[in-house]
């Protein structure tokens, strides 16, 4: 598709983030069973849930926008989760394991916070304010789960892993 205005561009940003939290929603099970930590397979199982819901907002959005194709690829997404499950394999005891998890987790989070603070831009410039505050509130918790998961790094695992 050609991407001659910001509402196209906003559409395939969303078919984008669509497509990185469906496979997010593929490797968060992974992630619970390989962290040995409690306090990080806990955050995990619940991002999983917020993931979930994440997942039902792009749909909500998309069905709003008329947009059936959600056929788009996220590649970006793709690579970092390849990224972390070589990291995680690499890993030789389990409180590197689960400092590799974190960081392979927030380096997710990054690129979520990233994508999701340019779709709800680009939907302010748009006029479509029910539908920014819809993101904004994936947005939100998506800066919850990065800070989440630095409390457990620093409190715990880093310090185990040192």
């Known amino acids: 598709m050609k991407m001659d205005n910001l509402e196209k561009l906003w559409v395939e940003e969303l078919k984008d983030l669509y497509d990185a939290e469906k496979q997010i929603t593929e490797a968060l099970p992974k992630m619970v069973k390989a962290a040995e930590t409690p306090e990080l397979r806990q955050a995990f199982e619940h991002h999983l849930e917020q993931t979930e819901e994440h997942v039902q907002r792009l749909e909500e959005v998309l069905e709003e926008l008329d947009i059936a194709d959600h056929g788009k ?24 394991q689960d400092a590799a998890l974190i960081a392979a987790a927030q380096r997710v989070e990054h690129y979520e916070m990233a994508g999701y603070g340019t779709v709800v831009s680009y939907a302010q410039q748009l006029n479509r304010h029910e539908i920014a505050e819809m993101l904004q509130m994936t947005l939100d918790e998506e800066k919850e789960a990065d800070k989440k998961l630095t409390e457990i790094a620093e409190s715990k695992v880093n310090v185990n892993a040192a």
């Open 73 to 96: 690829k996220c590649k970006g997404m793709q690579g970092l989760l390849k990224e972390g499950e070589e990291m995680m394999k690499e890993a030789t005891d389990s409180f590197t």
